[in-house]
């Protein structure tokens, strides 16, 4: 193979398949790990209960806090979300960024996602990695911090594994930007910051 193809598609056709394989799993109720802006994030399927709980479990994390649904771009939130056309505009020209936002949910969202709140955190990361995970799901995934609460978030696929191991299905491969803060939360409707 290395005669016919340059290593770079090579390298290309790898993370394809490592992509692949990690979709595969979020879809059969998985629960796979993957690199963000900042640190590595836990994700399932959202719509699939036991797979959220079971991500819930792994992370000690009450469902009642809600978790963040991340897409690839606007059009895949946006089935799940309620904008009006300058919300619309604004998400459109901000994202993707290691921005999120807290927005009125539609009825199709459901409430182990929410937990104890009618809005949703909804975000299209600045990873490509991230991106193109859910790309190849098909749908929003969730995020969360790749950590046990209250311990510090993994930076890295080596600390994911040290911290939880073999409580998960698939770890991508990939980096996070060291520098990076976790993204800032902000409730769309008033304007709040939530985390800076």
Request: proline share 7%.
């Amino acid at each position: 193979m290395q005669g016919i193809f340059p290593s770079f598609f090579q390298g290309e056709f790898l993370m394809y398949q490592h992509l692949h394989s990690a979709a595969q799993i979020i879809q059969a109720g998985g629960v796979v790990a993957y690199p963000t802006e900042s640190v590595y994030g836990l994700g399932c399927d959202p719509f699939n209960e036991e797979a959220v709980l079971d991500l819930l479990a792994i992370k000690e994390r009450p469902v009642s806090k809600g978790l963040i649904l991340i897409g690839a771009d606007l059009a895949q939130l946006e089935p799940y979300i309620r904008l009006t056309d300058s919300q619309r505009e604004q998400v459109a020209r901000q994202w993707p960024a290691p921005l999120t936002y807290l927005v009125d949910a539609r009825e199709s969202v459901p409430a182990w996602v929410r937990g104890a709140f009618t809005k949703v955190a909804v975000r299209v990361p600045d990873h490509p990695l991230a991106r193109d995970l859910c790309r190849a799901v098909g749908q929003p995934i969730i995020s969360t911090s790749a950590n046990i609460s209250g311990r510090p978030a993994a930076r890295n696929q080596f600390q994911v594994a040290r911290q939880l191991g073999e409580r998960l299905d698939f770890i991508v491969s990939g980096a996070c930007d060291r520098a990076a803060k976790p993204s800032t939360i902000i409730d769309l409707e008033s304007g709040r910051t939530l985390r800076a």
